[in-house]
């Protein structure tokens, strides 16, 4: 059965949630062009998802963001639609684009409604015991002709395989977040895998333009296990600063580093609260619990969570509070675990901190620049020449973020140190990868 | 016998600053003035510069498409706003396309020919940036025919003028055509940044003529040409005032502060025919001969120039139709630096319509305007020298592709 067979009926599970909704609206928009050009055929795009209410918010955020995705490929939708004469403005072309994805959706709560379903990308909560469950239950709704996509982000593929009992019928294709935007989907091909499955991976891969980067079946995988040892070094060196800048104070310094004298697109707690901090220590878990790894834990986290200071993003997508206070998606505060409470920012750490060399250019900035590397190799090399505490911090954390990078090579996660540089680069954002020249 | 049976003159111009992309007080969120704001600054800012607005005896209204962009009919219906004296004054609207501020000078000079006004006051005015680009483009594809719209580019006009330059490049040689284009971009911005009302005053961009030369992306915008060679999406108002010998003594005007006008020429093609010929402006050539001939003059008697420039391809055409290069020449003239604002003919000195923006019904106005202050030595660090030899500026101002024409000259008064 190809791609173009398979994708006659879809099922996408978790589908209200960040990454569920956003692959809903990729696989939609594939689905609505077969349609335009198979008239005959009937495509089923199957939006399933545990909670009804956030069901109910779905259509909204697809529409708007189907909507946005039309606007970009006008040029392409006016040939598509070139034989319908009585759709002749931009605007014309665009609803009936909308029309036609929305025409192939159905959502409900139910697991059944996946039963016709020969591709399914699962995409709930990253907990083994739940995902497990689910796709036994999928199994046993769809027969053994369906393929399972999951956008796993830790656990190892072989092992939900092993547990569902799926005989090879189940890949990792993690996608970045937001799905839509975000090039990246890190691909996970298990040893167990059938040959089908790995071909179809690959050709949705270059339908959706995506950008596969394959790691090996360990827990954690590249993204995950690069982020998570980045976010622990960042903790860790919170308890040797904290003594002589506070818990806060240490937050903001080593937020601060890794943001600016970093030059990446938000700080290292900023992005663990972007994550969530329940969702960064349940990769934990995963990772320890696979790994056998006892050193991938850290207290503050545990703290942070017995206190219910979560991180993670409402419905909306804005920002909920956690290692750091937000207002308007701004850092305003930060949160003082031991104190049980926000404090306002210490801008006198600045001082502390010491001056950006003048070669600095923000990571924005950056992203655009077409001699990149040039400026980065000049901004380190000053950096270097810079005796301040940021400097300090940020070298150093510069040549921890290599060394995880390469031990992700050298043990077996990571084919190539290519592979690891475009994981961060393209999933993450960073304008250059962890494994580079500057340190 | 001179082509005008009395003498007519313009003073008094006034631009707003356009905005929209690229300037740094454009926000695309926040909520932004509608066309009363642009009418209004506009038409008070010519007011201003006369002892007497109550003299001015009737009002034109110049606007594209403010039916769509701001769901608004009835143009005439704003000039009594401008100032109390105003209300229950004559006033007309004005629509051709992006000619439509030249409709609006041609009326004005047509007004007072006819002596039944001494003072005309022109307001030019465009709020685009109500709707994003991509819808933005069903508007202004009125300019064309409308049966054409369903075969057109989804950016219909620059996919008309993408046609243009590729028509250019097979007769004239891409490479040349192409390095034409990019340096009347870097033209429009190094003008622009001297002009602090244009769109791109802001541009900060060092190599310009690379960013002129970004090779064209067919799979989201045209096939030949990039969005540098575009003019901008803008939100504007302008305003001059027409006067006869009698008006601008009822106006309290100084003959110093104003300009004459000696001719113009008028043109229109058939909306519904295709272009004769992709290489050429037929139109705009026979307004700009048309202009020349009625005032006795040629080329060489012209000291500054204004051509509509939506498309730099457009601009390199512009510069054959006014006679100042010849046919397939016009990248060449370009390139050489002719153009530019110490070259042989200073043309667009204030940035055009890539670098000020494209107000679209205002832009003929815009265009007179900056003629006026060039020709009265008030426009600031866009100033020319004018040389006594060639004491003229003539105009031409175009809608839809080389459909709508008019072109006008202005004399310095000695």
């Known amino acids: ?439 | 016998m001179s082509f005008l049976r009395k003498p007519i003159y313009a003073t008094a111009g006034y631009n707003t600053v356009s905005l929209g992309q690229g300037r740094k007080e454009f926000k695309p969120k926040e909520p932004r003035p509608g066309i009363e704001h642009y009418i209004k600054e506009a038409g008070r800012g010519a007011l201003a510069q006369v002892k007497n607005p109550e003299a001015i005896d009737e009002g034109v209204m110049t606007n594209f498409m403010m039916a769509r962009y701001n769901r608004q009919g009835n143009r005439p219906g704003f000039f009594p706003m401008i100032h109390p004296s105003f209300r229950y004054k004559p006033a007309t609207g004005t629509e051709g396309a992006c000619d439509s501020g030249g409709l609006g000078l041609a009326v004005a000079c047509k007004t007072i020919l006819a002596d039944v006004a001494d003072a005309v006051l022109v307001v030019g005015f465009e709020v685009q940036t109500t709707v994003k680009a991509v819808y933005g483009a069903d508007y202004l594809a009125g300019a064309g025919w409308y049966k054409d719209r369903k075969k057109g580019h989804a950016h219909f006009f620059p996919g008309q003028f993408s046609d243009r330059a590729g028509a250019c490049f097979e007769k004239f040689g891409k490479e040349k055509v192409r390095e034409g284009m990019a340096h009347w971009y870097v033209q429009a911005i190094e003008n622009a940044r001297r002009n602090p009302k244009a769109q791109e005053y802001h541009n900060s961009i060092s190599d310009l003529f690379a960013t002129g030369m970004t090779p064209p992306n067919p799979k989201v915008f045209c096939e030949h040409i990039n969005v540098y060679d575009c003019s901008k999406v803008s939100d504007a108002g302008c305003a001059l005032i027409f006067a006869s010998e009698e008006g601008l003594k009822k106006l309290g005007v100084e003959k110093k502060d104003a300009v004459e006008v000696v001719s113009w020429g008028q043109c229109e093609d058939d909306i519904t025919n295709p272009q004769p010929d992709l290489t050429k402006l037929v139109a705009s050539q026979k307004a700009a001969s048309l202009a020349y001939e009625r005032a006795g003059l040629s080329p060489k008697d012209i000291g500054v120039l204004e051509v509509h420039d939506c498309f730099s391809i457009a601009g390199l055409l512009m510069m054959e139709a006014t006679g100042f290069a010849g046919y397939g020449e016009g990248a060449d003239f370009v390139s050489a630096g002719k153009t530019k604002i110490d070259g042989e003919i200073p043309t667009n000195t204030t940035g055009g319509l890539i670098g000020y923006g494209h107000p679209v019904g205002a832009s003929g106005v815009r265009q007179a305007v900056d003629l006026v202050h060039q020709l009265t030595g008030k426009a600031s660090d866009c100033q020319i020298a004018m040389d006594s030899a060639s004491p003229y500026g003539l105009m031409v101002s175009m809608g839809g592709s080389d459909i709508t024409i008019v072109s006008m000259i202005f004399k310095k008064i000695e």
């Not at chain 1, 907990?127 to 956008?151: H, P, Q, Y």
């Not at chain 1, 996970?188 to 040959?195: C, E, L, N, V």
């Not at chain 1, 937050?251 to 609260?273: A, C, E, T």
Request: glycine share 8%; with cysteine.
């Open chain 1, 1 to 439: 059965m190809n791609l173009d067979e398979r994708f006659e009926n879809v099922s996408v599970i978790g589908a209200a949630g960040k990454m569920g909704s956003g692959i809903a609206v990729l696989i939609a928009q594939e689905m609505a062009k077969l349609k335009k050009k198979n008239k005959d055929k009937i495509y089923r795009l199957n939006l399933i998802d545990i909670s009804e209410q956030a069901l109910d918010g779905l259509s909204g955020y697809m529409k708007a963001q189907i909507i946005r995705v039309a606007e970009k490929s006008i040029v392409f939708l006016r040939e598509m639609y070139e034989e319908r004469k009585d759709l002749v403005e931009n605007i014309e072309i665009i609803n009936a684009f909308v029309d036609d994805t929305f025409s192939v959706i159905r959502c409900g709560t139910e697991l059944g409604m996946a039963k016709n379903s020969k591709l399914i990308f699962e995409a709930i909560a990253e907990n083994e015991d739940i995902k497990i469950k689910v796709l036994k239950s999928l199994d046993e709704v769809c027969g053994k002709e369906t393929f399972f996509l999951t956008n796993t982000s830790s656990i190892p593929i072989g092992f939900l395989d092993q547990e569902a009992g799926l005989d090879g019928r189940i890949i990792g294709y993690h996608f970045y977040n937001p799905p839509i935007v975000q090039k990246l989907v890190e691909v996970i091909t298990p040893t167990t895998i059938q040959k089908e499955l790995s071909d179809i991976a690959l050709e949705l891969g270059k339908r959706l333009r995506k950008k596969l980067v394959p790691a090996n079946d360990v827990a954690g995988f590249i993204g995950n296990g690069h982020f998570t040892r980045d976010g622990l070094y960042a903790l860790n060196e919170i308890e040797r600063l904290k003594d002589n800048y506070s818990l806060a104070g240490a937050i903001y310094i080593m937020n601060r580093i890794s943001q600016d004298f970093l030059v990446r697109p938000m700080g290292i707690f900023q992005l663990i609260d972007y994550v969530g901090i329940d969702v960064f220590d349940s990769i934990l878990k995963v990772m320890r619990k696979h790994l056998g790894d006892e050193t991938l834990r850290h207290s503050l986290v545990n703290s942070m969570i017995e206190q219910k200071v979560l991180g993670g993003q409402r419905p909306d997508g804005s920002q909920k509070d956690g290692f750091l206070k937000y207002e308007k998606n701004r850092p305003v505060g930060i949160y003082d675990a031991e104190k049980k409470e926000y404090v306002p920012i210490n801008k006198d750490l600045d001082t502390k901190i010491g001056a950006l060399p003048d070669n600095f250019k923000p990571w924005k900035a950056l992203l655009t620049e077409p001699t990149k590397e040039e400026k980065l190799s000049d901004y380190f090399a000053s950096l270097k020449g810079t005796k301040t505490l940021g400097a300090e911090l940020a070298l150093s954390y510069l040549a921890e973020t290599k060394k995880i990078g390469e031990d992700l090579v050298k043990e077996g996660v990571a084919n190539s140190y290519e592979d690891v540089n475009s994981v961060l680069t393209n999933g993450f954002y960073w304008v250059y990868g962890p494994i580079n020249e500057y340190v």
